[in-house]
């Protein structure tokens, strides 16, 4: 059953499996503007090194994320994918954001992991899967460490 | 269970088990308040000390206990405990296979701190000199103003020969981790690193061939004992010292350690969880300076008691050798030397490695090379020179001088009158800085166990201004026990990690030694 849905949340960390994840969702959007990408930061810190004495701010980190994630809609050749860029707990801030754009579907890697690895390791996609509000796809990692 | 209270179950099972010993506990002694005089009128002072003497008291069993288990000493006959050989052993090594890069590279090292290299399109958030700056904001202060005096009262003049000496091993300890935390660092997509040694103990030691669990097993501890640091040597000891600089310029008074613990926990609470990030960039700014007036005053007074000088040193070095056996005798007199000179410049310890990694390069050694100046600075020059003026005035054989902080504020007072004043405020500042430093390694360690989630780090905020107030609370001794316990034994994992992965250090060294030496880099100034 071909799976349909016209408003794709695609969360991105960056990682090789976020752009397979990408690639997934242009397969089932009929337009590239149907999709939404996300990137979400952690908090700063204020007393991070980076802000007490250098000149790390959140407008400059949220202009950095900015233009990867343009650079990165552009080599998909999905540059009318809208992008977004929060600050949070990735999980929930991606649910949010699902919320608010009213989206059908979130497709989101995992690592899959169990036991030791799975008390340490990535915990976003599980987080996602329990907030969500429509229907999620969930892609085993091919990158997994 | 979620993981997050699954892991924080284990955490505080980790702690239970080093430190708290049920047998112990049953036969709790007295507390210090049961001697309290009857016939006191104030019954109310009597509670409140009564109050603070029975959680110190308590605080103190435990202290004793993880003590045992951390402290222990492998051969009966050199009383010795086993992380401070590990330390010494660990800087030794390093020093001599990095071939006395602490000598041969210190010019390079200057050079680079002066931006000679500095490439603003480099990833990272912050310069070399900057990166220098915070990492030096949490190892000089208290350490270096009370913990020498604490290192003479303790381990006698000689104490401070082993500090010096410790201090320029030292610094290619810290060169080799503040390396390993270039090279394993995470630059996030918004700009900001991720970096210290539970990731290169996590993903080093498994590039070297070791199985997940072990090398997961070195992070964690590393990460375990460096959340106890950042309550202990990172905040406790600060606020007993600041603290106890507040009781000696105005008097002691009922309730002050109370209330002082509660409003310094309130001003780093402004910063760490109300996010008022200009107190702290200021605070950062005005550290340099008030480093500066201390030095200077050190100078004046050691230029005015210069005749004095070749005696303190000739009497220094007599009793590094042929030691008092009120010392301890020649283990005692080492034992303390490298205690005090570790917690003062943290070399070794790893806790700077998280403040490095922040840097902006793209050579790992370089990096390397700059960290290496912390120690010498810390170590070589203030703490030596703290050594000095308590010498020549004569403070530390002089019992109305008191102990800590008090014996270094009394020392300089004899020859500079004015001089109390700037020394309390220095402390505070001090103090000040070095919990906002630690309380972001304390996080990092923090988050590495528990995760990024707003619940665990807000946990994590509300337990550092916890300990503020324990620590103003607490006496010095227990105080003291507890920082030396948490801050060296970060060592274990961090050294023993370190030598493992000392040779992928010495690999990339090699690589840029030689092209330092042909001229191959960029000069930006």
């Known amino acids: 059953m071909a799976l349909h849905a016209s408003t794709v949340v695609v969360p991105i960390d960056f990682s090789s499996a976020s752009a397979s994840a990408i690639n997934t969702a242009l397969e089932i959007v009929e337009n590239p503007s149907q999709l939404y990408l996300i990137h979400v930061m952690l908090p700063l810190e204020t007393m991070s090194p980076g802000v007490l004495l250098g000149d790390v701010t959140d407008v400059s980190r949220t202009e950095k994320v900015t233009t990867a994630l343009k650079n990165l809609a552009e080599i998909h050749k999905a540059e009318d994918a809208h992008l977004a860029v929060t600050i949070g707990t990735p999980g929930l801030e991606i649910a949010d954001y699902a919320k608010r754009e009213k989206a059908d579907l979130i497709i989101i890697p995992s690592h899959g992991y169990h036991g030791l690895k799975r008390l340490f390791l990535g915990s976003v996609a599980e987080r996602v899967l329990r907030h969500a509000p429509c229907r999620v796809l969930v892609l085993r990692r091919a990158d997994q460490e | ?525």
């Open chain 2, 1 to 525: 269970m979620s993981p997050l209270f699954f892991k924080l179950f284990l955490f505080f099972t980790f702690l239970f088990l080093t430190g708290h010993n049920i047998v112990a506990l049953a036969q709790v002694p007295e507390p210090a308040s049961a001697n309290v005089e009857t016939d006191k009128k104030d019954l109310n002072k009597e509670a409140a000390e009564s109050f603070t003497a029975s959680i110190d008291s308590q605080f103190g069993i435990i202290v004793e206990n993880m003590a045992n288990v951390l402290f222990w000493e492998p051969v009966k006959a050199v009383p010795i405990p086993l992380i401070v050989i590990i330390l010494l052993c660990g800087s030794v090594f390093f020093t001599i296979y990095h071939k006395w890069l602490n000598i041969r590279g210190f010019k390079h090292a200057i050079d680079i701190t002066r931006g000679r290299y500095d490439n603003p399109n480099d990833p990272g958030e912050i310069s070399h000199f900057q990166a220098l700056t915070s990492a030096l904001s949490a190892t000089v202060g208290l350490g270096n103003i009370a913990g020498v005096a604490v290192a003479i009262q303790t381990g006698g003049p000689g104490a401070v020969v082993w500090m010096v000496l410790i201090g320029l091993f030292g610094m290619t300890a810290k060169f080799n981790e503040c390396t390993l935390a270039m090279v394993y660092r995470k630059v996030r997509p918004d700009g900001t690193v991720d970096g210290g040694p539970m990731h290169y103990l996590e993903i080093g030691l498994q590039e070297r061939g070791f199985p997940f669990a072990i090398a997961k097993c070195f992070g964690l501890v590393f990460a375990i004992f460096c959340i106890g640091g950042s309550f202990g040597g990172g905040n406790m000891f600060q606020a007993n010292q600041a603290t106890s600089a507040v009781r000696g310029m105005i008097g002691d008074r009922p309730g002050l350690d109370w209330f002082f613990g509660c409003l310094l926990a309130f001003l780093v609470g402004l910063v760490i969880i109300g996010g008022i990030k200009r107190i702290g960039q200021v605070t950062e700014k005005i550290i340099p300076l008030m480093c500066g007036i201390y030095v200077l005053a050190g100078i004046i007074i050691l230029i005015l008691h210069a005749n004095q000088i070749p005696e303190a040193a000739v009497l220094i070095v007599r009793s590094c050798v042929s030691p008092e056996a009120a010392y301890g005798g020649f283990i005692g007199v080492l034992v303390q030397g490298i205690r005090r000179a570790v917690f003062s410049n943290e070399a070794g310890v790893g806790s700077a490695a998280i403040a490095h990694a922040a840097a902006k390069t793209d050579e790992p050694v370089r990096e390397g090379m700059v960290a290496m100046l912390g120690p010498f600075i810390d170590t070589v020059v203030i703490c030596t020179m703290t050594a000095l003026v308590v010498i020549v005035s004569g403070a530390y054989n002089t019992p109305e001088a008191g102990q800590g902080v008090e014996m270094t504020r009394w020392a300089f007072s004899e020859t500079l009158s004015w001089f109390p004043t700037v020394l309390n405020i220095s402390v505070f500042l001090f103090a000040y800085s070095t919990m906002i430093s630690w309380s972001y390694y304390g996080e990092k360690a923090w988050q590495y166990i528990f995760g990024t989630t707003k619940k665990a780090i807000i946990m994590y905020r509300i337990l550092f201004l916890g300990f503020i107030v324990l620590g103003a609370v607490a006496s010095l001794e227990n105080v003291i026990t507890f920082s030396d316990l948490m801050i060296l034994s970060m060592a274990f994992p961090n050294i023993i990690g370190g030598v493992i992965l000392a040779p992928r250090v010495k690999v990339l060294l090699q690589d840029y030694w030689r092209r330092y030496k042909a001229n191959e880099f960029t000069v930006y100034e």
